[in-house]
T-cell receptor
Framework: DGGITQSPKYLFRKEGQNVTLSCEQN?????MYWYRQDPGQGLRLIYYSQIVNDFQKGDIAEGYSVSREKKESFPLTVTSAQKNPTAFYLC??????????FGPGTRLTVL | GQQVMQIPQYQHVQEGEDFTTYCNSS?????IQWYKQRPGGHPVFLIQLVKSGEVKKQKRLTFQFGEAKKNSSLHITATQTTDVGTYFCAVSRGSQGNLIFGKGTKLSVKP
């Protein structure tokens, strides 16, 4: 069963803690992306990776970090430097620059 | 940087009424994609338009790409409660291989 998985669906953390969001795909896609979605807002690009061991900052990379050690995995770390981390985080993948397929998302709440 | 404006932000309709959302860009687009996000869900790809003046249909949904490739529309005929959600347009960000999303149009349908 192919697709993108994100875990967990809901995540709660205390202010000042780093937290890592998981994103795994078995679609054999080259490119992977992380977006942040706030209520009433569109999708804002945090980081993207077009190939293993390489990634680029998106529009709102400050306070976030990523790694791409494997083609299937693109974890996102929300660091304590991110001032407003509470949001819905969406991971996506695509075959080069084609259609993006999204995971179910992780809703992060920082208390 | 490149932006895409999407209007309206919200649309409330009675079931059976038509609905249209518009995306506009100040620059010529290579293509435009449309996604739908159900409440509590993740964006799902609907269609991609590439050619000037292109019109594509999916059952009650009609997608158009402007002659100048600077605007696009999504029209739903005779809305149903299953059409509820937020509709996003997305455009390619040059050669970087990622997308810029509009802020979306949130559709609610009253039965």
């Amino acid at each position: 069963d192919g697709g993108i998985t994100q875990s967990p669906k809901y995540l709660f953390r205390k202010e000042g803690q780093n937290v890592t969001l998981s994103c795994e795909q078995n679609l054999n896609h080259d490119a992977m992306y992380w977006y942040r979605q706030d209520p009433g807002q569109g999708l804002r690009l945090i980081y993207y990776s077009q190939i293993v061991n390489d990634f680029q900052k998106g529009d709102i990379a400050e306070g976030y970090s990523v790694s791409r050690e494997k083609k299937e995995s693109f974890p996102l770390t929300v660091t304590s430097a991110q001032k407003n981390p509470t949001a819905f985080y969406l991971c996506a993948s695509s075959l080069r620059t084609d259609t993006q397929y999204f995971g179910p998302g992780t809703r992060l709440t920082v208390l | 940087g490149q932006q895409v404006m999407q209007i309206p932000q919200y649309q409330h309709v009675q079931e059976g009424e038509d609905f249209t959302t518009y995306c506009n860009s100040s620059t010529t687009l290579s293509n435009i994609q449309w996604y739908k996000q159900r409440p509590g869900g993740h964006p799902v790809f609907l269609i991609q338009l590439v050619k000037s003046g292109e019109v594509k249909k999916q059952k009650r949904l009609t997608f158009q790409f402007g002659e100048a490739k600077k605007n696009s529309s999504l029209h739903i005929t005779a809305t149903q409660t299953t059409d509820v959600g937020t509709y996003f347009c997305a455009v390619s960000r040059g050669s970087q291989g990622n997308l810029i999303f509009g802020k979306g149009t949130k559709l609610s349908v009253k039965p």
